[in-house]
C-alpha cells in the first residue's frame, strides 16, 4: 500500500503551541521505555520507572540514554520533559511524527529530528518512522515511533561489549552513533530501491505491460518521499559538524564529517535514481509508440494486400449479362495471374518502404 | 470555478501612490471591527466606536488588538491610519488584495501581508484571501477581506479564557499567534488536496476518462497557486525570527522559529505534489497510448484473419465459365479446409507475436 | 505579427564605442521634446529651442524635467549630451533600442534603462519600447522610442495640478513616478495576456483545433519576451533602493520599496503564466491521443463488426457445385441467424472492454 | 557538416604539463605575424623577422600588439614565450584550441581566452575558433587559429587613421577592443541564427516535413554549442570590470563595463533562443498527432460507411436456392433504399461527432 | 553489461566507524606494492616488504610514493595506517569503493579520493575504479582498486628519466601529476561516449529501431554515471587550489589551477551530452510518429480507394431476379466507368491533402 501524502494534523488546527497531541500512527499497545547509564569503566541497565527519580539522578557521573519506543504516552512524555527541562514546543515537535529533519539549538540541549527508513513487510514499499533525540550535556534522550526492528541493537550490545570510543567519548558521540546507525540503514533501503529499478528496466525492454507503468509511477512516488526524508539531512548534519553548538566535541567532528559523507552520497544516489527514473517513462511511451507501428504496419500489409484482390474477384462475380472475359477459356487463369502480379508489386513497395 | 489568474488591477494605473483604491471582491456589506485590550490581569471588549476617541487611547497600558473584517471602508481604514500613524503606501497596499506575503519594517511598526486560505464551499477549489497584520509596540491591527470562517476565533477564547502565555506575552506574541492560526490552516488545505490528488491517482490507474485531465488541470493550476501563496511567507517568518526589527521579543523568537518550521514543511508537500501531479498526465498520456495500441490489436487481428478469407471466398464467387476447381467433387471442404489452415497460421503468427 | 528575436544589429560591428547610430524602428517623423521646470511654488512649460540656452539653465534653482519622443535625431542627442555631460556610452546606449533594462553609476547622473510594453493594436499581441532615463541632482531627461501612447500624462497633470509630494521632493522622487508609471502600465499588459490564456484554457477543453497550438506558441513566445523585458528590473530597482548612489535620497526608498514590490508580483505573475502555460500543451496533446482512441474503437467496432459477417456472406456465394448447405430450406435463415449470434458476441466483447 | 563533439586531445594524455602539441585543426599554411608599436603620435609597422630582436624591444615606448594568425608553429610561440616570458601552461593553453573562456592571471600578465565565432562558408552552422589574449604592461600579443575573415581589420585601421582614445589610452584599452570585436561579431551570428529559428517557426506551422526535425536538432545542438562558448564570457569580462588585476586601468573599465553588458544581453538571447526551440518540438509533435488524428477520421469515415454496404451486397449475393427476398420484384430497390438510409444515418453520426 | 546502480553496502551496517570490510569487487589476487624514493638527485625503487621498516623510513629525506594496487589486503592497510597514522575512517573510506570524489584534512595529511574510469574491454562501457591518495608533507600513498591498465606508468617514466619540476618540486606536486594522469585519461573517455552519441544520432536520423532506445536509455545512464563521479572533482580541486591545507606549496598552485580548468572542461562537455542526449528521445518520438503517420496513409489511401470500388463489384454480384442493369447491354463497361471516375475522384482527394 502507497504511503499517504500527508498525515492528519488539521485535528490541531486552533490549539495554543505546545498543546500535547500525537499525530500519527500507534504502532505499539505500551511505550517501552529502556535506561542505559556508562562512563568509561560501568555501564548498567536501570529500570524504566526509575524515571520517577529523576531528580536525584541528574548530578550523577557518566552518560545517560534513555530510549523511548512508542511515543504516543503523553503522560511519560511530560515527566521526562519535566525532568530535563524539555520546551513543550520540543514535546508537541516529538509527538507530530510528520516532522522533516531538522535541529534546534535551545542552548542546554539540541533537538534532533530525524526519519528513520524500513522496508515494508512485503519486500516492496519503505515506511519511515519519526525519530526524535535530544542531546544534553550529560544525556541522550531517544524517540521511536515503535515500528518492528531496532536498528539501535548493535550499538546497545557494543556500549555492553567493547570499551572504546563509545564509552570514552561523550554523549555527543553516542548521538553520532545513533545517527550513524540510521543513515547505515539508509544503504539497505537504496539497495532494495536500485534492485527494483534495475528489475523494472528489464521488464521495460523485455516485455512491458499495464502494470509497468503503475509499477513506475509507485517508484517515483517513493523517490520522491525518500528525497523529502534524506535532503534536510544534509543540513542538520553539517550544522552539527561545524560545531554550532558547544555539545558536540572537538573529537566527536570527524566521525560527523563521515556521516556526513554518507548522507551526500546518498543523496546523490537519490538524485541518480530520479534520473534514471524519468528516462524509463520516456522509453515506456517510446516502445509503446513502436509497438502500435509495427501492429498497423501488419494491419496496413494485409488490408494493401487483399483489399485489390477481394476486388477483382468481386468484379468478376458481377453477374452482368454481357462480360466478355467470363467467357474467355483463359480468363481464369489471367485473373489468377493478374492477382499474383498485384501481390507480387505491393511486396516489392513494402520492401522498399523496408517494412517487411 | 476557478480563480482568475490575475486580479483587475489596471484602473488604478496613473494615479499618484499612496491612493486608496479597494481592489478585489466585496465579500460582506458593511466592515466589522472588533477590539480587544488585555494585559495580564484584564481583559475587555471595546465597542468598536470607540476608534473615534483614538488620541486618549494610545497611552494606556495593555495591549490593543484592533481586528478589522472587510476592508472596503476607505473611511475607517484612513480613520485608523490618522490614529496610528500608519503610511499611505501602508492603507493603499491593504487595499490592494492581491499582494503576495510581505514584511515591511517602518520603524515604529511592522507591516506583514498574508495569503489566508479556505476552501471553496463546493468542497473543491481553494479561496484566498489577503490578511494584513500591523505589530505596534502595544497595538495589533489585522485586516481580513472577510470570506465567511474566521480562524482567529480560538484565539480570542484562549484570550479570554486562559492567562497563559498569550496574556502575559506582547503584541509580538499575538501577531506570532494569528499567524500561526493562519499556518495552521493551511495544513487542513493540504490535507484536501492530498485527497484529491489520490482519488485521481486511482481513477487514472482504474478508468480515466476525458474529464480526468480536465481534473489535472485545475488541480495543477490551484497548486501553482498555493505555491505562489505559501513560498514568500518563508522569508517573511524568518526574517522575523532573526529579529530584524526590535518589536520582535527574544521570548517569543522560539515560537516564530515553531511556525517557520511548519511552513517549510508546507512548501516541502506543496513541492511534493507538483512532484506527483507531473508524473500523473505522463501515466495518463502512456496508458492512452497502451489503449490505442490494444484496439489496434484487436483490429489488425480481425482484418488479418479475414481479409485472406474473404478473398478465397471471393475467389470462388466469380463466375468464369472455365473454372475447373468449381466441378469438382471435394472442392468445397478442400477450400473450407484451406481457409481453417490459413485462419490457424495467422492465429500462430498473433501468439508469437504475443499479442493474444 | 510577431516581434522579430533580435533586432538588427550587425551593422554597427567594427565601428568605435560611443558612435551614435540609432538601431530600431523610426517610430514618428521628427522627434518631440518636452521641458517642464518645478519647485514646489512654480511650474513652468519651457519652449523646447530652450536646449540651446543650455549652459545659462543648469544653475537655475528647481527641477527640471525633459522628455525626448523619437530618439533618432542624433544631432538632439549630441546636444543634450554635451550640455548635460552625458557619456558618448549612454548616448550609444540610448539609440540601441534593444537593451536590457539595466542601471549605471556614472557619478554625477545614473543612467537607467526600462521597456516600456503596451498592446498592440489588434489587441492582441505586445510591443516594446526602450524607455531611457537620466537621472542628476536637479535633472531627469526621459527618452521614449515614440510609439503611440504616453504613460506619463498623468504624472504631467499631478505636477501641474497639485502640490503634493511630487513637487516637494526631488529629481529622484520624479524618476520614482516614471518608473511607477512604466511598471503600473504592466499590469494592463499582464491582465490582457491573463485574459487570453483562459481562453485559450477553455477553448482546449471545449474545442481544441490546429490553429491552438498557433495561439499557443505565440502566447509562449510572448511570455518569453515578458520575462526578458521584466526579470532585469527587479535587481534594477532593488539596487536604487539600497540607495547604491547618493543621489536617491532617503524620502524617496520607501517608494522605490513599493514599485520593488510591484516588480516581484508582477515577475511572480509572469513565472506563473509559464508554468500554466506549459501545462497547457500537455493537455491538448492528451485530448489529441485520447481522439484518435475514440476514433480507432469506432473504426475497430465497425470492422470486427462486419468482417466475419461479409467472410460468411461471400462464403456463400462461392459458385462450388457441390455446395450442401445452399439446397436446404432453412440454410438461409440458419445463416442469418448464426450472423446474429456472431454480432451479438462481438458486441457483447466491445461492452466488456468498455468500448461501447 | 556539424561541429564535432569533442576534438581529439586524448593524444596528449601521459604527457608533463607544459608540453606544446598543437590541437585542433591547422586552417592555413604558415603563420602570420603582424607587429604594431604606437603610442599617441607614431604608429609603424614592424616587420614580424623583429621578433628575434625581442630583447632590445622591451624596453621601448609605446604599446606594442603582436597578433598571430595559425598558432601551429610550435617554434614560433617558444620564441614569443621567452621573450615575453610566457609561463610554459600558457603556451600549452594556447595550443589546446578547445578551451573555454577564461581569464588568468599570472601578475605580470594576463591571459585571456575568447571563442571567436563564424558564420560557416555554407551559411549555415557556426564555426568556432579559440582567441587567445595576453595583456602585458606595455604590449598585448593575440593568437588566432587563422580562419578566414579577420574581426580586427577595423581596429587596425582605427589606430591607424584616429588619434582617439584608442591610441591615447594603453595596451588595457586594445585588448578591451579586441574584446569589443568579437563579441559585436556575436550579434551577426544571432542574427543568423534568429532568422533560421524564424524561417522554421513558419516551416512548421504551414509545411512540417521529416527533415524539420531534423534541422531543429541541428539548430538545438549548436545552440547547446553557442551557450557553452559564450556563457563563460561573463564571469572573465566581470573579473576584467572589478579590476581584479592592476593591469586594468580606471578609465577602460567604463568601456569593460559595456561589453559586459553585450555578453548579457548575447547571452539572455541565447537563453530565449532555446526556450523557444524547445518548445517547436511539442508543436511538431503535436502537428504530427493532429495530422494522424486527422487521416484515421477519413479511414474510419469510409470504412464505417461501405463496410455495411458491403455486407448487405454479400448477403444478397449468397447462392442459397430459398432466398424469397430475390424473387420479390421490389427486393433490388429496397435494398439499394436501405443501402442509402445506413450510409445517411452514418453520414449524421460523424456530423454529431464533429467528424466532417 | 551495465554498471551496478548501488554497490552492496549493507553488510556493514550496524558495525562500528572504522571496521575495515572491503566491499567492493577483487579485481586481482594479491594486491602489488611499489615504493619508489626520490629527491633532486636519487631515485630509487625499493622492495616492497621494506614497508616492515616503516619506523626508521619516516626521517629520511626526499619524497617517497607509495603506490598500492589492490586494497582487498585489509593486512597491508592496516600496517601503512600503524606506519603513516592514518585515521581509520580513512582507512575505511579506502576500502568502500563507492565514494564520491572528496578531500578531507586530518592537519597531518591530506585525503584525497578521485573515480578512476576506464573503458570495458568490449569498447562501449564505462568501469570506474576508487582512487585514494594520501598527501604528507613527505610522502604520496595511492590507492587503486587494481583494474587493468595503470594511468601512472608515464609518470613513473617521467620520474626516471627526467629531473624537471617532478623531481624538485615535492610531494604535492606528485599529487597534482597523478590527478592529472587521472583527469587527462577522462578526455579518452569522453572521445569515446562523444563517438557512440555521433553514431546514434546518425543511426536515429537514417534508420532508428527498437534498439536504438535502448541503446539511448544506456548512454544516458552512462552519462548520470559520469556526471557523479566528475562533478564533485571540481570543489575537490578547487579546495586544493585555494591551498586550504598547508601542505599544497605556492608553486603547485599554478599546475592545480591547470587541473582545475580540464575538469570545468569535462563538466562541461558531459553536459553538453546531456542536453544532446534528452534531445535525441525526443527526435526518436517524432521520427515514430512520423512513421505511424506515413502508414496510416496508405491504409487509408488503399481501403479509402478499393472499398467503393469493392462495394459496387458486390452490389452488381447480388442475385436479385429483377436487376435491369444486369441485362443492359453496355451495363459492364459503365460500371467500369464508374469505378474509374470515383478512384480518379479519391486520388485527387489525396493529392489535395498532400498525402501522395
Given at each position: 500500500m502507497r504511503n499517504k501524502l500527508v498525515k492528519k494534523r488539521s485535528s490541531k488546527a486552533g490549539l495554543p503551541p505546545g498543546t500535547l497531541v500525537h499525530i500519527g500512527e500507534r504502532h505499539r499497545e505500551a511505550a517501552r521505555v529502556s535506561i542505559i547509564v556508562y562512563d568509561e569503566n560501568n555501564i548498567t541497565d536501570?529500570?524504566?520507572d526509575n524515571l520517577a527519580a529523576c531528580a536525584t539522578m541528574r548530578g550523577q557521573p557518566g552518560v545517560r540514554w534513555i530510549n523511548v519506543e512508542g511515543i504516543h504516552s503523553i503522560e511519560l512524555l511530560q515527566k521526562l520533559g519535566e525532568c530535563y527541562g524539555l520546551h513543550p514546543l520540543v514535546l508537541e515537535d516529538?509527538?507530530?511524527?510528520?516532522?522533516?529533519?531538522?535541529?534546534?539549538?535551545?542552548?542546554?540541549?539540541?533537538?534532533?529530528?530525524?526519519?528513520?527508513?524500513?522496508?515494508?513487510?512485503g519486500g516492496e514499499g519503505v515506511a519511515s518512522e519519526q525519530m526524535s533525540l535530544i542531546l544534553g550535556p550529560d544525556f541522550v534522550i531517544s524517540f521511536q515511533e515503535?515500528?518492528?526492528?531496532?536498528?539501535f541493537d548493535p550499538i546497545r550490545?557494543?556500549?555492553?561489549?567493547?570499551?572504546?570510543?563509545?564509552?570514552?567519548?561523550?554523549?555527543?558521540?553516542?548521538?553520532?552513533?545513533?545517527?550513524d546507525a540510521i543513515v547505515d540503514n539508509y544503504f539497505a533501503i537504496l539497495e532494495s530501491v536500485a534492485e527494483r529499478i534495475e528489475r523494472?528496466?528489464?521488464?521495460?525492454?523485455?516485455?512491458?505491460?499495464?502494470?509497468?507503468?503503475g509499477r513506475l509511477h509507485t517508484l517515483k512516488r517513493e523517490i520522491i518521499f525518500l528525497r523529502k526524508s534524506?535532503?534536510?539531512l544534509r543540513e542538520v548534519i553539517s550544522g552539527l559538524e561545524?560545531?554550532?553548538?558547544?555539545?558536540?566535541?572537538?573529537?566527536t567532528v570527524i566521525y560527523l564529517r563521515d556521516v556526513y559523507d554518507h548522507t551526500v552520497q546518498i543523496i546523490d544516489t537519490v538524485e541518480t535514481f530520479r534520473d534514471i527514473l524519468s528516462g524509463l517513462l520516456d522509453i515506456y511511451l517510446s516502445t509503446i509508440s513502436n509497438r502500435t507501428n509495427e501492429v498497423m504496419k501488419v494491419l496496413t500489409i494485409i488490408a494493401t494486400l487483399f483489399m485489390p484482390l477481394t476486388f477483382i474477384a468481386g468484379l468478376y462475380g458481377m453477374n452482368f449479362r454481357y462480360m466478355p472475359e467470363l467467357n474467355w477459356h483463359w480468363g481464369y487463369p489471367a485473373v489468377l495471374f493478374l492477382m499474383l502480379v498485384i501481390a507480387g508489386g505491393m511486396l516489392k513497395f513494402f520492401r522498399g518502404k523496408n517494412w517487411i
Open positions: 536501570q529500570a524504566s516529538i509527538l507530530n511524527t510528520d516532522q522533516r529533519p531538522k535541529r534546534e539549538d535551545y542552548g542546554d540541549y539540541l533537538f534532533i529530528v530525524l526519519r528513520m527508513l524500513s522496508l515494508k513487510s515503535g515500528l518492528a526492528g531496532d536498528p550490545e557494543r556500549l555492553h561489549t567493547s570499551r572504546g570510543k563509545i564509552r570514552s567519548l561523550g554523549a555527543d558521540y553516542l548521538v553520532y552513533s545513533l545517527m523494472l528496466e528489464e521488464e521495460l525492454v523485455d516485455n512491458p505491460s499495464r502494470e509497468t507503468v534524506i535532503w534536510p561545524r560545531r554550532e553548538s558547544s555539545l558536540v566535541r572537538e573529537e
